[in-house]
C-alpha cells in the first residue's frame, strides 16, 4: 500500500486566500484524522470522520476551518480565509477499528501522512 | 482536563540505553502510546500499552502503570537514526476519546 498520502506536501499563500489540503487515507481503514502541529501547540486534533461522518470537531479552531470527507477514499481541510497563525503543518492520519469492536474505539496505531506545510503571509 | 508530561530533551550516547518518562492526567483512560516523529517527517507509531506491564519490540520497550498514572520508553542499544522526537498520547475520555499527545521529547543521540 502507498500509505497515506496528501497534497500539496508545500503551500505558500497570502493572507485572505482559500487553501485546500487534500488527503487519500490508507484502503480499508474506517478512520481519518486530521491534525495539526506547531512548535507552541505541539499536535492538536482537528477533526476526525469514521466511515466517512464527522464525529468530533471540536478542535477546529473556528469558522474559517471546514472538513468534508465525501467518500472513503478523500478528504479535504479547507480554510478560507487564511491568515498567518494558521501557518503549521498540517497531517492527515488514518486507522482501522480498535480491537474492541465499538465504533467509538478507533485504533491508537495511526497511519500518519507525510503533511502539508502551510506558510500564509 | 488532561495534561500529558514528559522532558523535552534528552541526550544519549551511542549503544547506551535511554528511558523516556510520560505522567498523565486523564478521565476514561484507555492506554498509552508512543510516536516517533524525526525531523521533517510524520508521526510512526511505536508502540500501545492498554495494560500494567512492558511490552517489548525489538530495541525498544514501553511500559505502562496504570496506578502511577506513568508510562515510559525504554531505547536500547541506541544508533544514530534514532535521534527524533517521541510522543506519549493518551484518549481522553471526557473529550469524546479524542487522541491526546504529549509535547514531545527531543532525543539526541551523540557519537
Known amino acids: 500500500d502507498a500509505g497515506v498520502i496528501q497534497s500539496p506536501r508545500h503551500e505558500v499563500t497570502e493572507m485572505g486566500q482559500e487553501v485546500t489540503l487534500r488527503c487519500k487515507p490508507i484502503?480499508?481503514?474506517?478512520?481519518l484524522f486530521w491534525y495539526r502541529q506547531t512548535m507552541m501547540r505541539g499536535l492538536e486534533l482537528l477533526i476526525y470522520?469514521?466511515?466517512?461522518?464527522?464525529?468530533?470537531d471540536s478542535g477546529m479552531p473556528e469558522d474559517r476551518f471546514s472538513a468534508k470527507m465525501p467518500n472513503a477514499s478523500f478528504s479535504t481541510l479547507k480554510i478560507q480565509p487564511s491568515e498567518p497563525r494558521d501557518s503549521a503543518v498540517y497531517f492527515c492520519?488514518?486507522?482501522?477499528?480498535?480491537?474492541?469492536?465499538?465504533?467509538?474505539?478507533?485504533?491508537?496505531?495511526?497511519?500518519f501522512g507525510p503533511g502539508t506545510r502551510l506558510t500564509v503571509t | 482536563g488532561q495534561s500529558l508530561e514528559q522532558p523535552s530533551e534528552v541526550t544519549a550516547v551511542e549503544g547506551a540505553i535511554v528511558q523516556i518518562n510520560c505522567t498523565y492526567q486523564?478521565?476514561?483512560?484507555?492506554?498509552l502510546s508512543w510516536y516517533q516523529q524525526h525531523d521533517g517527517g510524520a508521526p510512526t507509531f511505536l508502540s500501545y500499552?492498554?495494560?500494567?506491564g512492558l511490552e517489548e519490540t525489538g530495541r525498544f520497550s514501553s511500559f505502562l502503570s496504570r496506578s502511577d498514572s506513568y508510562g515510559y520508553l525504554l531505547l536500547q542499544e541506541l544508533q544514530m537514526k534514532d535521534s527524533a522526537s517521541y510522543f506519549c498520547?493518551?484518549?481522553?475520555?471526557?473529550?469524546?476519546?479524542?487522541?491526546?499527545f504529549g509535547q514531545g521529547t527531543e532525543l539526541s543521540v551523540k557519537p
Open positions: 486523564t478521565s476514561g483512560f484507555y492506554g
Open positions: 484502503s480499508g481503514h474506517d478512520y
Open positions: 498520547a493518551v484518549r481522553d475520555g471526557n473529550q469524546g476519546g479524542k487522541l491526546i
Open positions: 500499552n492498554a495494560l500494567d
Open positions: 470522520f469514521n466511515n466517512n461522518v464527522p464525529i468530533d
Open positions: 492520519a488514518s486507522s482501522r477499528l480498535g480491537t474492541s469492536g465499538s465504533p467509538a474505539d478507533y485504533s491508537y496505531e495511526q497511519y
